[in-house]
């Protein structure tokens, strides 16, 4: 069975200092492979998708991703975060085939003046 | 336009009642999903309804939760018996995967207390 691993549970960082969110998944499939972000009290919002071709993948609020599938990975950076983004973010990851999505247990990002 | 839509945003239940939630897809949108999201289980895939096709009930943890989708659009989550366990945020969403895009657009949610 798929599944996805999202290590730190929590990142504490300060305002406009670059971050990385890691995400590692098990597939012995293609797959697709996405970030979404959560905000308080809201759904999911797609940040970014790799779907193949190119392995950096860019995407809104200038967060970026690699796709590495030789360590199964796919971390998240930001070169300089904001306040707002402080929010919740989840990796998921969808086998070519199907349709359900497969999440990580979250990470929470936390921006600090 | 018009995102996915669910009702009611808070659902407060004592043990034992049954629950509806519905969900509205975005306009066009052949394929609605279902999954929970909770303090112990993360996000977990429910169900999915693509079409006319038969539904992919994998994910639904008990015979006590069902769902069905009418005319290809607004679709209805069913818990029967509700129990403590099943408090968590309800989410569902749509996508068109005729146009390729392969993205899942997401609820706000229905967040559910069974107490």
């Known amino acids: 069975a798929q599944s996805v691993t999202q290590l730190d549970s929590q990142v504490p960082v300060f305002e406009e200092a670059p971050v990385e969110l890691r995400c590692n998944y098990s597939?012995?499939?293609?797959?697709?492979l996405f970030w979404y972000v959560q905000y308080p009290n809201q759904g999911l919002q797609l940040l970014l998708k790799?779907?193949?071709?190119?392995?950096l993948v860019k995407g809104i609020n200038g967060f970026e991703a690699e796709f590495n599938k030789s360590q199964t990975s796919f971390h998240l950076r930001k070169p300089s975060v904001h306040i707002s983004d402080t929010a919740e973010y989840f990796c998921?990851?969808?086998?070519?085939?199907?349709?359900?999505?497969?999440f990580g247990t979250g990470t929470r990002l936390l921006v600090s003046p | 336009g018009a995102g996915v839509s669910q009702s009611p945003s808070n659902k407060v239940t004592e043990k034992g009642k049954d629950v509806e939630l519905r969900c509205d897809p975005i306009?066009?949108?052949?394929?609605l999903y279902w999954y929970r999201q909770s303090l112990g289980q993360g996000l977990e895939f429910l169900i999915y309804?693509?079409?006319?096709?038969?539904?992919?009930k994998s994910g639904l943890p008990s015979d006590r939760f069902s769902a069905e989708r009418t005319g290809g659009s607004v679709s209805t989550l069913t818990i029967q018996r509700t129990q403590q366990e099943d408090s968590a945020v309800y989410l569902c969403?749509?996508?068109?995967?005729?146009?390729?895009?392969?993205?899942?657009?997401f609820g706000p949610g229905t967040r559910l207390t069974v107490t």
């Open positions: 969403a749509s996508s068109h995967p005729g146009q390729g895009s392969y993205e899942q657009y």
């Open positions: 597939s012995s499939v293609s797959v697709y």
């Open positions: 790799y779907l193949s071709g190119s392995t």
């Open positions: 998921a990851v969808r086998n070519t085939g199907f349709q359900k999505l497969v």
């Open positions: 306009s066009g949108h052949t394929a």
């Open positions: 309804f693509q079409g006319n096709s038969a539904p992919d």
